[in-house]
């Protein structure tokens, strides 16, 4: 039986607004009973980066996010971007149009990807049953945007049932497009400043004790935050407009039918040459004030998160690195870690701004060589 209430759940949550707060047990409450998880994830990631295709693999990681929050009209849900896949939970109220978002989705990473997406909705009972749990925090990151943080495990069961095939969502009919308005990854690779930038993965070993796990993730942040904004691969004034927009076919793809995307791309290339007109000029205009939205776009991209575990993308300097680096290796050998850790020169950046004249756009950042997907595959070989 649903529960009427239950729907407003994560909207209600108290907010924490300081990363160091993502361990504590006090920020987090159990999912309801009467939710779902929705997990998708790009099968066969890491041969598809090997091929040079990581922009790709964003996209549709990214495009999970975007069909659904467009299919709910509302984005106060908990979700986490993973790289090549994701995780949103959505109330039983929800379940019906997340389905067929994600069936939709599905066929057009198919299609204009040329990726395949697996997925499932997997219910909160069959989570608990299985033993495990999710929990929900609420990271405050702006005024106006907050992320899902999951702890329990429960949301790494659902990963596991879904590519066991369990739970399994399957693909709309060929043609169904989900609505993907908002979409973007027009940005330039974002070159290290600092000297690498490293996606991190850490998880809890089998039995580790909360408390030595909560240390380990607080000194590898503390580690990280040496560096200006904790090791934010964005400056904080954002990144510079680019011409010819990176992105731009993929972008097409996600929001025009074949027959009219030429018009999308001209509306495109038309936004982006206002935008550097208008950065030049350091003007606003009409109400746009592209070095707000450039600022905004760093303040509100989610370099670092939790799902079950530490996950972030970071610009360190060598030194930071090999310190975090044998960390790990001391924890995991002492099983209170496993971890994954990939190298790289660049960050990627993929958006959902639902317009540049409202401040309630979403940035997602991962490595642009393989990233989260490179360092899971480290953390499965541990």
Known sequence: MNNPGSASFFAKLSTFERFSGVTDAANYSPLPEDWSLAVADIVGSTAAITAGRYKAVNMAGASVISAILNALGHRDLPFVFGGDGAVVAVPAESVTETRAALSAV??????????????????????????????????????????????????????????????????????????????SCRWNPIQSRHGVIASIIIVPGESAPPARFSALVDEVVAIAGEQERGGHPVPAEGLHFPWPPKG?????????????????????????????????????????????????????????KFDDGLKMTVDLNEAQLARIESILQAAAKSNICRYGLHRQNEALMTCLVPSPFQRDHMHFIDGADGGYAMAAAQLKSA
């Open 106 to 183: 599905q066929v057009w990473v198919r299609e204009e990807l040329g990726l395949t997406l697996r997925a499932a909705m997997v219910p909160m009972t069959d989570i608990r049953k299985s033993g495990h749990e999710v929990r929900v925090a609420r990271y405050r990151v702006s005024p106006e945007i907050t992320y899902g943080m999951f702890m329990g495990g429960g949301a790494s069961w659902a990963e596991q049932q879904m590519k066991a095939g369990q739970f399994a969502v399957e693909p709309a009919a060929p043609g169904s497009r989900p609505d993907l308005s908002g979409l």
């Open 248 to 304: 731009l076919d993929y972008e097409a793809r996600a929001s025009a039918p074949r027959r009219l995307r030429p018009l999308r791309k001209l509306r495109i290339l038309f936004e982006a040459t206002v935008s550097i007109i208008l950065e030049r000029l350091n003007k606003p205009f009409m109400g746009l004030d592209v070095q707000l939205y450039r600022a905004d776009s760093a303040q509100r991209s989610d370099f670092r």
